[in-house]
């Protein structure tokens, strides 16, 4: 199951099952979860803990330092949760000892290739990152994100559950959870994500709510203090909207809008 090429540290801790491919390298303080895959030429660093049933393919570098010219080697780490297909050239960092000291990513995740993942961001579960898609420092994306080819996000973004960057959208914004960003290279709303909700089984009134929500913010001409006030009004009946005005209040960048 490990290749006789593979480089294992004595201080690694493998699970059953494990496959590990020609010259890879496992460094020290590297937990493998059962059940995972990893090609061959793969470098992982530690600490990095990756979880069950992962796909990790050739070439991938997974807990390096961060790229950050504050980081002095202080203790950090990778944690990547189940089920997660991580392609090729992809590159995850570990966190920083002042951004929280841990990367995290979820469950049931998809990284294509040449994503990168910079320190300390936060990653949900269910998530698509199209190929050469990247994240700055600091990030924090919601459950069933997608990012599109080319995409990318500015640090300390937040990108709520839901949401789908199009092709080449750079985010510098923070986007509420529902919500569709494209055309312009800097991310402007274009409406909502509407065909992945019914995708992911969201019922008529839901989407409704949501999409009267995504008027008062976006298109009725209000200010963002009044529009707030009347969302406020329509949290009452919406879980959604309660999400969306959750998330307009943690933000720290600023919508985008």
């Not at 920083?96 to 961001?121: E, S």
Request: proline share 3%; charged share 20%.
């Amino acid at each position: 199951m490990i290749h006789p090429t593979a480089q294992i540290d004595p201080t690694a801790v493998i699970g059953s099952n494990v496959r590990i491919g020609a010259y890879t390298v496992v460094g020290a303080e590297v937990h493998i979860g059962d059940g995972t895959t990893i090609g061959p030429h793969v470098v992982i660093e530690g600490p990095t803990r990756i979880g069950k049933d992962n796909r990790i393919a050739q070439f991938a570098s997974l807990g390096g330092d961060p790229q950050d010219m504050k980081f002095n080697g202080e203790r950090t780490e990778l944690v990547i949760g189940d089920r997660n297909l991580i392609r090729e050239f992809v590159t995850i960092n570990r966190g920083t000892g002042d951004g929280g000291g841990v990367t995290r990513i979820g469950n049931d995740n998809w990284l294509l290739a040449y994503v990168h993942v910079a320190h300390d961001c936060q990653i949900g579960n269910h998530t698509i990152f199209s190929n050469y898609s990247a994240l700055a420092g600091h990030v924090e994306v919601g459950d069933w994100t997608v990012f599109s080819g080319y995409s990318g996000a500015h640090q300390f973004c937040k990108i709520g559950e839901h949401a789908f960057i199009a092709m080449g959208c750079l985010l510098g914004a923070d986007v509420p959870p529902f919500l569709m960003m494209a055309n312009d290279q800097g991310g402007r709303p274009r409406g909502l994500n509407t065909t992945g909700l019914k995708r992911r089984g969201f019922e008529s009134d839901r989407i409704t709510a949501i999409k009267r929500a995504y008027r008062t913010l976006y298109t009725s001409g209000l200010s963002l203090t009044e529009a707030r006030e009347q969302l406020v009004e329509q949290a009452k009946e919406s879980e959604d909207v309660r999400a969306m005005l959750e998330f307009i209040d943690r933000s720290e960048r600023g919508l985008a809008r």
